[in-house]
Protein backbone atom coordinates (compact mmCIF):
# COMPACT_ATOMS: atom_id res chain seq x y z
CA UNK A 1 0.00 0.00 0.00
CA UNK A 2 1.31 3.57 -1.09
CA UNK A 3 0.71 7.03 -0.10
CA UNK A 4 0.52 9.62 -2.77
CA UNK A 5 4.03 11.74 -2.99
CA UNK A 6 3.86 15.19 -2.78
CA UNK A 7 3.49 15.76 -6.06
CA UNK A 8 0.27 13.88 -6.22
CA UNK A 9 -0.55 15.80 -3.08
CA UNK A 10 -0.07 19.05 -5.80
CA UNK A 11 -1.91 17.78 -8.03
CA UNK A 12 -4.77 17.14 -6.35
CA UNK A 13 -4.67 20.73 -4.59
CA UNK A 14 -4.82 22.23 -8.12
CA UNK A 15 -7.51 20.32 -9.29
CA UNK A 16 -9.65 20.66 -6.20
CA UNK A 17 -8.82 24.71 -6.11
CA UNK A 18 -9.96 24.62 -9.55
CA UNK A 19 -13.34 22.55 -9.11
CA UNK A 20 -14.24 24.99 -5.60
CA UNK A 21 -13.61 27.83 -7.47
CA UNK A 22 -17.24 27.39 -9.38
CA UNK A 23 -18.75 26.93 -6.14
CA UNK A 24 -20.05 30.25 -4.24
CA UNK A 25 -18.58 31.00 -1.27
CA UNK A 26 -20.60 31.22 1.37
CA UNK A 27 -20.74 26.77 0.74
CA UNK A 28 -17.43 25.98 -0.55
CA UNK A 29 -16.03 25.29 3.02
CA UNK A 30 -18.47 22.51 3.06
CA UNK A 31 -17.62 20.76 -1.00
CA UNK A 32 -15.09 18.13 1.10
CA UNK A 33 -14.44 16.64 4.30
CA UNK A 34 -11.72 19.07 5.60
CA UNK A 35 -10.16 15.98 7.86
CA UNK A 36 -9.77 14.22 3.87
CA UNK A 37 -7.83 17.20 2.91
CA UNK A 38 -5.89 17.23 5.92
CA UNK A 39 -4.66 13.78 5.89
CA UNK A 40 -3.96 13.72 2.29
CA UNK A 41 -1.96 17.42 2.61
CA UNK A 42 -0.41 16.26 5.81
CA UNK A 43 1.22 13.19 4.04
CA UNK A 44 2.25 15.48 1.36
CA UNK A 45 4.15 17.88 3.77
CA UNK A 46 1.48 20.26 3.46
CA UNK A 47 1.89 21.75 -0.27
CA UNK A 48 1.66 25.43 -1.22
CA UNK A 49 -1.67 25.46 -2.68
CA UNK A 50 -4.93 27.10 -1.36
CA UNK A 51 -6.50 23.93 -0.45
CA UNK A 52 -3.71 22.84 1.61
CA UNK A 53 -3.17 26.02 3.30
CA UNK A 54 -7.30 25.90 4.71
CA UNK A 55 -6.06 21.93 5.77
CA UNK A 56 -3.33 23.31 7.47
CA UNK A 57 -4.83 26.09 9.13
CA UNK A 58 -7.80 24.21 10.14
CA UNK A 59 -4.91 20.81 11.68
CA UNK A 60 -3.64 24.26 13.73
CA UNK A 61 -7.17 26.19 15.04
CA UNK A 62 -7.83 22.73 16.29
CA UNK A 63 -4.53 22.91 18.61
CA UNK A 64 -5.69 26.42 19.63
CA UNK A 65 -7.18 26.72 23.20
CA UNK A 66 -9.63 26.55 24.17
CA UNK A 67 -10.35 23.43 24.33
CA UNK A 68 -7.84 21.83 22.83
CA UNK A 69 -8.84 19.12 19.94
CA UNK A 70 -7.24 16.13 17.92
CA UNK A 71 -5.77 18.03 15.04
CA UNK A 72 -6.95 15.41 12.47
CA UNK A 73 -9.90 13.69 13.39
CA UNK A 74 -9.75 10.89 10.98
CA UNK A 75 -12.94 9.09 12.10
CA UNK A 76 -14.36 12.64 10.45
CA UNK A 77 -12.92 11.44 6.89
CA UNK A 78 -14.94 7.82 5.90
CA UNK A 79 -12.56 5.78 3.69
CA UNK A 80 -14.46 2.85 3.64
CA UNK A 81 -16.69 3.50 0.27
CA UNK A 82 -17.09 1.18 -2.48
CA UNK A 83 -15.16 2.62 -5.22
CA UNK A 84 -14.15 0.60 -7.88
CA UNK A 85 -10.96 2.14 -7.09
CA UNK A 86 -9.62 0.14 -3.12
CA UNK A 87 -6.37 2.81 -3.19
CA UNK A 88 -6.12 4.83 -0.42
CA UNK A 89 -5.30 8.11 -2.63
CA UNK A 90 -8.19 7.32 -5.09
CA UNK A 91 -10.34 7.26 -2.04
CA UNK A 92 -8.98 10.41 -0.59
CA UNK A 93 -9.58 11.87 -3.87
CA UNK A 94 -13.08 11.22 -4.36
CA UNK A 95 -13.92 12.02 -0.88
CA UNK A 96 -12.07 15.53 -1.13
CA UNK A 97 -13.85 17.01 -4.16
CA UNK A 98 -13.35 15.09 -7.44
CA UNK A 99 -16.56 12.74 -6.71
CA UNK A 100 -19.48 14.72 -8.30
CA UNK A 101 -22.18 13.30 -5.71
CA UNK A 102 -22.81 15.32 -2.66
CA UNK A 103 -19.69 15.65 -0.33
CA UNK A 104 -19.98 13.15 2.93
CA UNK A 105 -20.80 15.22 6.37
CA UNK A 106 -20.77 13.59 9.23
CA UNK A 107 -21.97 15.84 12.27
CA UNK A 108 -20.48 17.21 15.01
CA UNK A 109 -19.58 15.57 18.56
CA UNK A 110 -19.48 16.95 21.87
CA UNK A 111 -16.55 15.63 22.79
CA UNK A 112 -15.18 15.54 26.40
CA UNK A 113 -11.35 16.18 26.78
CA UNK A 114 -10.32 14.19 29.90
CA UNK A 115 -7.03 12.98 31.14
CA UNK A 116 -6.22 8.95 29.31
CA UNK A 117 -9.55 9.13 27.62
CA UNK A 118 -9.90 7.94 23.64
CA UNK A 119 -11.42 10.84 21.62
CA UNK A 120 -13.43 10.18 18.76
CA UNK A 121 -13.40 6.78 16.84
CA UNK A 122 -10.85 5.58 14.72
CA UNK A 123 -10.10 5.32 11.14
CA UNK A 124 -13.08 2.94 9.47
CA UNK A 125 -9.84 1.33 7.11
CA UNK A 126 -7.17 -0.30 8.51
CA UNK A 127 -4.67 2.16 9.22
CA UNK A 128 -2.29 -0.17 11.24
CA UNK A 129 0.47 -0.63 8.26
CA UNK A 130 3.65 1.98 6.90
CA UNK A 131 1.84 3.93 4.32
CA UNK A 132 -0.06 5.26 7.43
CA UNK A 133 2.59 6.16 9.94
CA UNK A 134 2.69 9.93 9.34
CA UNK A 135 -0.57 9.54 11.63
CA UNK A 136 0.86 7.72 14.21
CA UNK A 137 4.17 10.51 13.82
CA UNK A 138 1.43 13.70 15.57
CA UNK A 139 2.19 14.50 18.62
CA UNK A 140 0.38 17.21 20.79
CA UNK A 141 1.65 18.41 23.77
CA UNK A 142 -1.22 20.74 26.15
CA UNK A 143 1.82 22.20 28.22
CA UNK A 144 1.78 24.44 31.67
CA UNK A 145 5.21 25.11 33.21
CA UNK A 146 6.03 27.43 36.13
CA UNK A 147 8.97 27.49 38.13
CA UNK A 148 10.80 30.25 40.07
CA UNK A 149 12.68 31.17 43.73
CA UNK A 150 9.68 31.97 46.50
CA UNK A 151 10.14 32.90 49.88
CA UNK A 152 12.53 34.13 52.01
CA UNK A 153 15.32 31.18 51.79
CA UNK A 154 14.89 31.59 47.76
CA UNK A 155 13.54 28.18 47.84
CA UNK A 156 12.72 26.88 43.93
CA UNK A 157 9.04 25.86 43.16
CA UNK A 158 7.93 24.11 40.08
CA UNK A 159 4.67 23.36 38.56
CA UNK A 160 4.75 21.11 35.37
CA UNK A 161 1.17 20.15 34.01
CA UNK A 162 1.21 18.27 30.49
CA UNK A 163 -1.12 16.11 28.26
CA UNK A 164 0.17 14.22 25.74
CA UNK A 165 -1.80 13.23 22.75
CA UNK A 166 -1.50 10.71 20.81
CA UNK A 167 -2.86 8.23 17.95
CA UNK A 168 -2.98 4.63 18.14
CA UNK A 169 -2.71 2.21 15.10
CA UNK A 170 -6.64 2.83 14.26
CA UNK A 171 -6.42 6.48 14.24
CA UNK A 172 -7.92 6.63 17.46
CA UNK A 173 -6.44 10.18 19.68
CA UNK A 174 -5.97 9.55 23.22
CA UNK A 175 -4.72 11.47 26.23
CA UNK A 176 -2.11 10.74 28.88
CA UNK A 177 -0.33 12.51 31.57
CA UNK A 178 3.53 13.17 30.37
CA UNK A 179 6.54 14.82 32.22
CA UNK A 180 8.41 17.75 31.15
CA UNK A 181 11.24 15.05 29.91
CA UNK A 182 8.75 14.39 27.37
CA UNK A 183 8.36 17.45 25.72
CA UNK A 184 10.04 17.96 22.43
CA UNK A 185 13.18 19.48 21.41
CA UNK A 186 11.61 21.56 19.24
CA UNK A 187 9.43 23.21 22.08
CA UNK A 188 10.20 26.70 23.76
CA UNK A 189 9.34 27.98 26.94
CA UNK A 190 11.13 25.35 28.99
CA UNK A 191 14.72 25.92 28.70
CA UNK A 192 16.19 25.60 31.91
CA UNK A 193 13.22 23.62 33.73
CA UNK A 194 14.47 21.61 36.67
CA UNK A 195 18.06 23.01 36.48
CA UNK A 196 19.39 26.09 38.67
CA UNK A 197 16.35 27.89 38.85
CA UNK A 198 15.64 30.81 36.33
CA UNK A 199 12.27 32.41 36.12
CA UNK A 200 9.76 30.76 33.41
CA UNK A 201 6.33 30.71 32.68
CA UNK A 202 4.68 29.40 29.58
CA UNK A 203 1.39 27.89 28.57
CA UNK A 204 1.62 26.68 25.08
CA UNK A 205 0.11 23.60 22.85
CA UNK A 206 2.69 22.19 20.69
CA UNK A 207 2.13 19.47 17.86
CA UNK A 208 4.75 18.27 15.73
CA UNK A 209 4.59 15.87 12.98
CA UNK A 210 6.44 13.67 10.05
CA UNK A 211 4.86 13.83 6.53
CA UNK A 212 4.87 10.53 4.27
CA UNK A 213 8.49 10.83 3.69
CA UNK A 214 10.02 11.45 7.15
CA UNK A 215 10.33 15.48 6.79
CA UNK A 216 9.81 16.77 10.72
CA UNK A 217 7.57 19.90 11.30
CA UNK A 218 5.67 21.41 14.67
CA UNK A 219 3.47 24.49 15.60
CA UNK A 220 3.63 26.23 18.97
CA UNK A 221 0.55 28.15 19.87
CA UNK A 222 1.54 29.99 23.36
CA UNK A 223 -1.46 31.56 25.42
Known amino acids: MHFPTKKHVLLFAAALAFAN ?3 PSSTRAQTYPIDCAILLCLSGGWPAAIPCARARAEFIRRI ?3 PVEPPL ?3 RCPMHVGFETPAPSERLHRLAGFNTRPAVTIAREIEALRLAQAVGHGADIDV ?6 FIRSIDVFDAYLSQGAVGEGEHCRRTAQIR ?24 EGNEGFGTVC ?7 VFVDWKDSEGTYGFEQVNY
Open 64 to 66: TPW
Open 164 to 187: HGSYDSTGQFRWRLASPDELPPAF
Open 128 to 133: SGSAFA
Open 21 to 23: SSV
Open 198 to 204: PRIGTRA
Open 73 to 75: QIW
